[in-house]
Nanobody, 121 residues
Framework: QVQLVESGGGLVQPGGSLRLSCAASGSFFSINAMGWYRQTPGKQRELVAAITSGLSTNYADSVKGRFTISRDNAKNTMYLQMNSLQPEDTAVYYC???????????????WGQGTQVTVSS
């Protein structure tokens, strides 16, 4: 009943920029906190940036100053603006959201399918 779809990934040169989007669709009551995670082979999935329903943000030290997380609650969409990209940023980026599916349900965790970001010359 709820789906998270990421878009905007791709191949970019070092120093370049990408803007990721995560759109929620389907039936749900509300979206609470949202976040972007990334994962590379052999590494644990790590939080890149998170944003609460009140627009409070949190960033991993490795991306602070380069990435900006935002959300448009009216569009049920979250964004990640990635600037000054480095090869170390190469990973599959996943959208995560805490969603209340209905007014009678508890909040549950949901994941998108992931989108590949590759930073290479």
């Amino acid at each position: 009943q709820v789906q998270l779809v990421e878009s905007g990934g791709g191949l970019v040169q070092p120093g370049g920029s990408l803007r990721l989007s995560c759109a929620a669709s389907g039936s749900f009551f509300s979206i609470n906190a949202m976040g972007w995670y990334r994962q590379t082979p052999g590494k644990q999935r790590e939080l890149v940036a998170a944003i609460t329903s009140g627009l409070s943000t949190n960033y991993a030290d490795s991306v602070k100053g380069r990435f900006t997380i935002s959300r448009d609650n009216a569009k049920n969409t979250m964004y990640l603006q990635m600037n000054s990209l480095q090869p170390e940023d190469t990973a599959v980026y996943y959208c995560n959201a805490a969603i209340q599916l209905s007014r009678w349900r508890s909040i549950t965790d949901h994941w998108g399918q992931g989108t590949q970001v590759t930073v290479s010359s």
